[in-house]
């Protein structure tokens, strides 16, 4: 299987990671040797097993529904690039 | 051939937890911005997720109501996308292994039709925060208070064939997550949501293209903002335009939808298992324990209105409207132990008050017990109908108990017959010229008469006594 430009494109795109025109051949031929690799795990025959999700053949721990978080939002806004009125401030979004 | 209407809704019912989905952090409504936003909510890097054990008995209990396959084993994934509400990159949610899988159904009734609308599925996944446009020029505004909330997704099949319909189900949805006391309902502050997928085709022919209808907030705009979407897309197709797949808002003031974003790219989420959550297994036993304290569906409390207190289809559908109101209802019954009395009261006074001020029955000034203590006093001839709504009034502005009020105001039903043949003797002789009139046959005046004796007694003679006593002078 492999990975054309487009895809590359496609894919840097949607991941948000920017890929230079110089770059794209490369992290094409190296998604495509991953790709292959799975080709070649896919060739195992799996008929009858249920797939598993995670590694870990265990299940999840839960937690109770008690508050454990306290308000630290000075510390936190502090590292912040740009804060104002208890908000995070970001480049406007249009929507 | 006409236009075929059909219409899928994906409803987010906030789950009424303590705390976030997958942080210890408080999800209480109206904090200041940020307060309630840990390291984890704010997708800091090396946080783990550890999920609220109090979320899995609420989606079950949704799923077991609609009768639905539980997910013995359910899996969390990510959906991938970017906006700055949502700083981890992706949404933590649920796609291949829901907890509430296939089955599932709610009827509605439409025109006096009962229609059977599937559920597809519904599953458990976090909230976003919130951006605030307006308020920094140039840049917005993040608060990641509510990012992390727990929120069930319901998702239906295209069953629904009009903005009625699809009003009915999100309406019948509403009623049935409150009652089952996993939402809280609360449209206004965002705790029940509703976004519509609308599209037209000719009947026979495969579906059309779809528009997202995004974040109303009440049924009424549901319903206007689907018809308008409607018409929008007849308008295209019949001038031999196309419909674009997208998200539109609606916009209540000029009631319209306009277009959000065009979702062609963002449609691609790339979900995969989230390695840091393990697979979510739920036993037999669990599923058991969780069906054994299932609350009174609607449905069946309805039933049980009609059979077991007699009342009328109307009266107990109004009664079962919301679980708040079946609870007063039903505190006032078990004091009364008069069904009727107690609907009539509850559907009647309390209910014209509430709505004249605008407030929920939880908010009611007038507590059950105290509206059951003046019906008491009604039963035991105290006062009568028309005296217990002054009564009542008093008690509403808060001063003080049934008891009290009448008390206080001297409104104690006149029951002594002597005392009532002095009022009645008294308004005879005063209106000699009516008696007159009455003996020559004018049997009308009658009426006059008990009312010119309720008057004297300022409401306050019982009127049984007060016929049966003006009968027997005037006979």
Redesign the interface.
Known sequence: MSIGKDDVNKIS????ISVSEQEVDQVADKLSNILDLFAQMQAVNTDGIEPM??P?D????????????N???DK??KIAP?A??????????I? | MTWEVVIGLEIHAQLNTNTKIFSGSSIAYGAEPNTQANLLDLGMPGQLPVLNKAVLPKAIRFGLAVGATIGRKSVFDRKNYFYPDLPKGYQTSQFSYPIVDKGGFLEIEVDGEIKKIGITRAHLEEDAGKSVHDAFPGQTGIDLNRAGTPLLEIVSEPDMRSAQEAVAYARKMHELVQYLGICDGNMQEGSFRVDSNVSIHKPGTPFGTRAELKNINSFKFIEQAIEFEIARQIEILESGGKVVQETRLYDSEKNETRSMRAKEEANDYRYFPCPDLLPVVVTDEDIEAIRAEMPELPSAKRARYVFEFGLSDYDASFLTGSRAMAEYFEAVVSHSKDAKMSANWVMGELSKSLNQQGIDINESPVSAEALAGLLARIQDNTISGKIAKQVFDAMWNQEGSADEIIAAKGLKQITDSSAIEALVDEVLAANAAQVEAYRNGQDKMFGYFVGQVMKVSQGQANPGQVNEILKRKLS
């Open positions: 795109r949607l991941a948000a999700s995670h870990l265990q299940v999840q721990r839960l937690r109770e529904d008690v508050i454990t978080e308000n630290h939002r936190y806004q740009s104002e009125g208890g908000m995070y401030l970001v480049p406007q979004v929507e």
